[in-house]
């Protein structure tokens, strides 16, 4: 029994009539090779269509992102905004203490003893 050549063709009809027709033939040697190309460039195909489509959902993350960047700079900016103030006041405290204590001694000072 005689061996068979397992190979293709393939044929490009355009739907006009005007068109040119155009073959391709592979052959039985030539046909793995054809095979092996065609699975290399779905498989490119693929991994393109996956690039994008996780591209566009990272960039939809990344914009997320940016805007909890923005609200944590906020806050930082408003923590640190009330530390600065919390301590203007405390501050403002130990001075009072400092008068409470100047004028508790000037008291005492001054005062008739408890004697009298």
């Known amino acids: 029994m005689a061996r068979r050549h397992e190979g293709f063709t393939i044929a490009v009809i355009p739907h006009s009539a005007h068109g040119k027709r155009r073959e391709l033939r ?15 460039v779905a498989i490119a195909v693929a991994a393109s269509v996956y690039i994008s489509v996780t591209g566009v959902a990272g960039q939809s993350r990344q914009a997320v992102l940016y805007r909890q960047i923005e609200s944590l700079r906020d806050s930082l900016a408003m923590t640190a905004d009330i530390g600065a103030r919390l301590e203007s006041i405390e501050e403002q405290l130990e001075e009072i203490r400092a008068t409470r204590r100047v004028i508790e001694n000037l008291a005492t000072q001054g005062a008739p003893p408890a004697d009298q």
């Open 26 to 40: 592979v052959s039985g040697a030539g046909a793995p090779w054809f095979r092996i190309a065609v699975a290399l």
